[in-house]
């Protein structure tokens, strides 16, 4: 919501705020206003997370590609080294044991950085889902606050109660995040 969108609200808040009648619509539009912020403020924040879980993600998948193309680089070495004939044996056969023991710990740390990119990318998925559920919130909820504000206008309450029902199901959107797992 604009800083304009709101002071005019305000406007009509305190117009109606005159008429004893309209003043419940007056305060609900209050209180709608302050839940409009709160959703727009924790969208915001879980979409944020979104991202910065994704820059997690992929530089576990860029290590994970990088570890690879050593360990490729490595098996390469090792199998030039098995077929071409070397002066030093000794040497040789440490260098190949070397990289038989990089070999063994590489393979275990692919299956580790596997699974803690999915990890991350699974954390992002939900992520997005709670910050979609925050968008739709903080959508209907200002549904609700414009609907309501048509009250002051019209003096019908009967925006007011349809209002009132756009802001139920902002909050019962707000409300379903904590039933993600």
Not at 37 to 43: E, R
Not at 150 to 163: A, C, E, K, N, P
């Amino acid at each position: 919501m604009e800083a304009n969108e709101a002071q005019e609200l305000h406007e009509h808040a305190e117009h109606g705020a005159h008429d004893p009648s309209m003043r419940p619509v007056a305060f609900s539009m209050s209180v709608l206003a302050v839940l409009v912020a709160v959703m727009t403020v924790l969208g915001h924040r879980t979409h944020t997370e979104a991202l910065l879980l994704q820059n997690k993600a992929t530089d576990m998948w860029n290590e994970y590609q990088a570890q690879k193309i050593r360990s490729t680089d490595t098996g390469l070495a090792a199998d030039m080294m098995s077929v071409l004939t070397v002066a030093d044996k000794d040497k040789a056969a440490t260098k190949q044991k070397g990289y038989a023991d990089h070999q063994a710990k590489w393979s275990e740390d692919f299956a580790k950085d596997q699974e803690k990119a999915r990890e991350f990318e699974t954390k992002v998925e939900e992520a997005e889902v709670r910050g979609n559920r925050f968008d739709l919130s903080e959508t209907l909820l200002e549904i609700g606050l414009v609907i309501t504000s048509v009250t002051l206008l019209t003096r019908s309450r009967i925006y007011w109660f349809l209002g009132l029902i756009f802001a139920a199901g902002g909050i019962l959107s707000a409300l379903s995040v904590a039933l993600l797992k």
